[in-house]
Antibody
Framework: ELQLVESGGGLVQPGGSLRLSCAAS????????MSWARQAPGKGLEWVAS????????YYVDSVKGRFTISRDNAKSSLYLQMNSLRAEDTAVYYC??????????????WGQGTLVTVSS | DIVMTQSPDSLTVSLGERATINCKSS????????????LAWYQQKPGQPPKLLIY???TRESGVPDRFSGSGSGTDFTLTISSLQAEDVAVYYC?????????FGPGTKVDIK
């Protein structure tokens, strides 16, 4: 069974850092683009970042460039999001998502349950 | 960035009736080299992550009931639920994957009358 399980969310002060993890199982992780997306409380969906199968290409939404870093460990079937200089507007549920095989990075065909990040003093 | 808009914001439909959601992109998402529209629809039920329903504007994801259909091309798209069921209560989002950043519409909430 395909599973994406996020962890690492929590309460952090503005300016702080947090590292999210996503453990994948049930598919060949190294064969897929992977992404992070987020959803602020009561709001819509926003794509955050994507990483190619071998980590050689990474893309970010403008609002997180220079603050967030996406990475992966194919040996551990894991995806990460290092979040620095966090702001109140980064408060959201963060989802790990798989890129659809025929399209790649920008179409997300399976999403994890999400982990909540709250940035507040 | 390509801006996605949806209408209506919310929709209340009787069980068994048709529900229609519209989505518009600020520029064409039709890729001329393969004649494919880079447009997807997602369903998000309360407390759950989004679920991919339709991609290439009209291709249903595996396991999605055939009462869900997508249509349109270029900048104007439609998601139709032909006979609304109780389990279809959700927020529906369109998304363009034509280029980076992939962008979502604001969502349409579908409820039962």
């Amino acid at each position: 069974e395909l599973q994406l399980v996020e962890s690492g969310g929590g309460l952090v002060q503005p300016g702080g850092s947090l590292r999210l993890s996503c453990a994948a199982s049930g598919f060949t992780f190294s064969s897929y683009w992977m992404s992070w997306a987020r959803q602020a409380p009561g709001k819509g969906l926003e794509w955050v970042a994507s990483i190619k199968q071998d980590g050689s290409e990474k893309y970010y939404v403008d609002s997180v460039k220079g603050r967030f870093t996406i990475s992966r460990d194919n040996a551990k079937s894991s995806l990460y999001l290092q979040m620095n200089s966090l702001r109140a507007e980064d408060t959201a549920v963060y989802y790990c998502a798989r890129g659809q095989s025929s399209v790649g990075s920008r179409l997300l065909d399976y999403w994890g349950q999400g982990t909540l990040v709250t940035v507040s003093s | 960035d390509i801006v996605m808009t949806q209408s209506p914001d919310s929709l209340t439909v009787s069980l068994g009736e048709r529900a229609t959601i519209n989505c518009k992109s600020s520029q064409s998402v039709l890729y001329s080299s393969n004649n494919k529209n880079y447009l997807a629809w997602y369903q998000q039920k309360p407390g759950q992550p989004p679920k991919l329903l339709i991609y290439w504007a009209s291709t249903r994801e595996s396991g999605v009931p055939d009462r869900f259909s997508g249509s349109g091309s270029g900048t104007d798209f439609t998601l139709t639920i032909s006979s609304l069921q109780a389990e279809d209560v959700a927020v529906y989002y369109c998304q363009q994957y034509y280029n980076f950043p992939p962008t979502f519409g604001p969502g349409t909430k579908v409820d039962i009358k």
